[in-house]
């Protein structure tokens, strides 16, 4: 039954209180030098101006530098002409690194009820975040539990980064949704997502724009680092959304979706600089090996999957950059034998 129009006006009024003076936000930062360093510093100055106009206190908005090197003048001059606060670690190591640092920050102040988490390209709108305070408010309001993780949905995956990110994308959410699906049933503890798949069945946990509540985020973000065997930058740097996915629902938090605008194509993209194979099978080996899922359930799914795929139907080019996720993923688990990949599949549609 939908609620009565006096609720939904109550949710609304609360939930734009609670954003405007209990949600804080982190941008993690990273302007290397060279050639897009001015768009980039462009579409900052967007994002900060954007998130800037959803809260009251703007020193509830950090911008967080990952490593000093990469626009640290940049981001101290934004933040003195905006109000903003700003933290700089000095060595870069990943993404994670930004959001922990500014989220440690941001964690001191005793009145943010939600810290929110969103890029610095422009392509995470800050006049949405409404939207996400609104369901987390439904969830804790439905629930009574103050545990939340908000996910923002993009329409679509392949648009805005483009047809093998959107591809690859696909298969590190399709693993992870199996990698806890397996956690769930191992460990007795049924995995929730009444909030979460009303429109589809396999969320967009590697969206860059989160929403978390205090608690969920001190559990996630005031917690040591799990790399789960795997290298620091699987950690930091090519694994850090699906980090935050599990750990925020290894802590109890159950997970909602709303959906969120982006561009038609991202104006620009950090991870266009990584080896995508590589930031790939990390995203998958990160969750399996943290929730602890044998190798053989890890090749099955992978056998499960990828044909499914419509990367693999561009030939050589999709087929081979398959191959590699699927060499690296099983050599790190320590099968060495690829050979029977995509040979298994139906032989008819």
């Known amino acids: 039954m939908s609620p009565a129009p006096e609720r ?7 939930s734009l209180s609670a954003m405007r003076s209990a949600t804080g936000i982190v941008i993690p930062v990273y302007i290397p030098p060279g050639a ?12 900060v101006a954007a998130c800037c106009a959803q809260v009251e206190d703007r020193s509830a908005l950090c911008l967080s530098i990952d490593g000093v090197a990469n626009g640290a003048a940049i ?25 922990r640092t500014g989220m440690e920050a941001l964690l001191a102040r005793s009145d943010l009820a939600y810290v929110a988490v969103l890029d610095c390209d422009s392509d995470h709108f800050g006049n949405e975040l409404l939207n996400f305070v609104r369901a987390a408010e439904h969830i804790v309001g439905q629930t009574g539990d103050d545990r939340v993780l908000i996910l923002g949905r993009r329409l679509s995956r392949h648009r805005p980064m483009g047809w093998l990110r959107g591809e690859l994308e696909e298969i590190a959410d399709r693993m992870l949704l199996h990698a806890l699906e397996y956690h769930a049933a191992i460990s007795g503890t049924p995995l929730r997502l009444e909030y979460a798949t009303l429109i589809e069945a396999i969320p967009d946990f590697h969206s860059g724009y989160k929403l978390f509540s205090r608690r969920t985020a001190q559990d996630v973000f005031l917690s040591p680092p799990e790399p789960a065997g795997l290298s620091e930058a699987a950690y930091f740097r090519h694994a850090v959304e699906a980090v935050m996915v599990v750990e925020a629902l290894l802590h ?10 982006t561009y038609n194509r991202q104006p620009v993209t950090a991870f266009g600089l990584l080896g995508q194979a590589e930031v790939t099978a990390d995203m998958i080996l990160w969750p399996c090996s943290r929730l ?6 890890v090749r099955q799914w992978l056998d499960n999957d990828m044909p499914a ?10 087929r081979q950059e398959l191959e590699e996720v699927y060499r690296r993923v ?12 995509l040979q298994k599949q139906p032989l008819f549609l």
């Open 75 to 99: 981001v101290e001059q934004l933040a003195t002409d905006w109000g903003v606060t700003y933290t700089a670690t000095p060595v870069n190591r990943g993404k994670l690194q930004g959001v």
């Open 330 to 341: 099983l050599e790190a688990l320590g099968q060495d034998d690829a050979s029977g990949f």
């Open 36 to 47: 897009e360093a001015a768009q980039r510093v462009a579409l900052l100055t967007d994002t």
């Open 292 to 297: 602890g899922v044998p190798p053989a359930f």
């Open 309 to 318: 795929l419509l990367l693999g139907t561009l030939v050589p080019e999709g």
């Open 252 to 261: 109890g938090a159950r997970l909602g979706v709303v959906n969120r605008t």
């Open 8 to 14: 939904a006006g109550e949710t609304f009024q609360r």
